[in-house]
């Protein structure tokens, strides 16, 4: 009994899947490659979406940018709306599976999934197309013309190119400044002091809370950061209350100015919900609340030390007429003459190697800080920097003193306890220039680690002849 159910089964299995393999690949073709619309991407102005349980339509007049008009007033994604609008125009037709159907239920087509409706830039209205099932064999999915009574197949990954929310189709741009059009930047932390930052021709310049010069790459990576976040979530277009957020009093408020006005962006709490790691934001001149990733939020909380420029000493070489060094308790002396440079060692003076001289000013001259550690140092013993090891001394052509930098390497130790830290070297440098402490890399240390011999001209010697040999 049991054997003969299964066997029936079976064949009313086979029935149906053989009129499904026979209704897919014998139905009357269309035109292969057969466009459902005559229409170019570029030439669609309008596409308005209807679910059964919502409607999102997307507009663009010529030569603006694409906005949401349903279901709320916003900019849309660009890039989104122009691949919507792509894959409407490139849909194609591959097959007419009945001509004048007389149920639209088993395609899906009785209640769509969506139905598309566009219109063209010359006010066009095309007929919708209705979207129904995909198909149970073949990677395909029923369409209907809303002029024409047949069902049509297209590829599958149609429907779900249609399937839009309006988070994904909205414009995730936080701020809209240009990066090189920027002449102030203000960052307000909680429990720090406020920072300004001015452009100072093609520099910047930290006016706030004191005058130093600042770290034009620092500055160029913090303005990127701003200008390319994006937002990750859409909290609340109309909150009642910012507090729940932390906007209130935020944590941190960045603001740019430009000749054409300012752009500020507040940042609040940290998501609570899980999987989530987003801080809350709004733009200080809207209302909407959002979300960016937390890294964002780091990127842009720096504090004054960290936006510092971080040169050591600034100088040209061209203008330097000797350079004093007391390296691993040895000292010499690079002396610039009519002919290059000499070398004094030892109380003995000899022709110094042009090239390694100009390289060790060039070294100098570039040493830069990874970080200032602090400002003033107050104690440059725990650095290594009570007697370092390494002191140049950079004078003038006229024999000023132009400043000096002292380098430590100390060996680091961590507590027995702590076994995630390695023994580890750290290097540091202080200079005549600024109160700084300074951490530099094990590369830049080794840099101006240097003897005397390596200063010496490297004459080769002429080869030996054998006797009886002229």
């Known amino acids: 009994m049991r054997f003969r159910n299964t066997l029936i089964a079976f064949i009313v299995l086979l029935v149906v899947g053989g ?14 490659g057969h466009k459902v619309f005559t229409v170019k991407p570029e030439e669609i102005a309008k596409i308005d979406l209807k679910y059964p349980d919502r409607e999102l339509t997307i507009e663009r007049k010529s030569g603006e940018p694409w906005m949401l008009t349903k279901p709320i007033n916003s900019k849309a994604d660009q890039t989104a709306s122009d691949n919507l609008a792509r894959a409407i125009a490139d849909c194609q037709v591959t097959k007419t599976v009945e001509e004048h159907p007389g149920d639209l239920g088993p395609f899906g087509l009785a209640k769509p999934q969506v139905s598309v409706t566009i219109a063209t830039n010359k006010g066009q ?3 919708s197309l209705d979207v129904g099932k995909t198909t149970p064999v073949g ?3 029923y ?22 929310t309006v988070d994904q189709m909205r414009d995730r741009e936080l701020m809209t400044f ?59 277009d109309a909150p009642t209350d910012v507090a729940q957020y ?23 709490f940290k998501q609570k919900e899980s999987g989530k790691d987003g801080v809350y934001v709004r733009r200080g001149e809207r209302v909407p609340v959002y979300t960016v990733h937390q890294w964002v939020m780091s990127s842009v909380a720096k504090p004054v030390l960290a936006l510092r420029d971080k040169s050591i000493l600034v100088f040209e070489p061209s203008d330097v007429g ?13 002396r610039r003459t009519d002919k290059g440079w000499d070398l004094v060692d030892g109380g003995k003076t000899s022709a110094a190697d042009v090239p390694n001289v100009e390289r060790f000013l060039d070294h100098i001259r570039d040493l830069r800080g990874t970080s200032i550690v602090m400002d003033p140092v107050k104690t440059p013993g725990m650095f290594g920097l009570a007697t370092p090891p390494i002191t140049i001394t950079v004078m003038n052509r006229s024999g000023k003193e132009i400043g000096d930098v002292k380098l430590a390497k100390i060996d680091v130790k961590p507590a027995e306890q702590d076994a995630s830290i390695k023994p580890h070297p750290e290097y540091y440098a202080i200079s005549s220039a600024s109160t700084a402490l300074f951490a530099i890399d094990d590369f830049s240390y080794g840099q101006l680690d240097k003897t005397a011999d390596q200063f010496k001209t490297r004459v080769e010697a002429s080869p030996t002849l054998s006797p009886g040999k002229k």
């Open 139 to 141: 990677f395909s999915a």
């Open 125 to 127: 209205a095309l007929p």
């Open 178 to 236: 240009k990066v090189d059009e920027v002449n102030r930047i203000t960052i307000d932390q909680i429990d720090q002091p406020p920072i300004e930052i001015d452009r100072d021709g093609e520099k910047w310049k930290i006016v706030k809370p004191a005058t130093y010069a600042a770290d034009s790459t620092q500055i160029r990576q913090f303005l990127s950061t701003l200008n390319d976040a994006k937002v990750a979530d859409f909290v609340a």
């Open 143 to 164: 369409l209907k013309k809303s002029d024409s009574p047949a069902v049509m197949l297209t590829s599958s990954a149609f429907p779900s190119g249609m399937n839009k």
């Open 246 to 268: 932390g906007l209130t009093k935020p944590r941190v408020v960045v603001t740019v100015y430009t000749k054409s006005g300012q752009e500020s962006l507040l940042f609040g």
């Open 322 to 334: 000797a350079v004093k060094a007391a390296i691993d308790g040895k000292q010499f002396e690079l």
């Open 19 to 32: 009129y499904a393999f026979i209704n897919f690949y014998y139905s009357k073709p269309e035109e292969e």
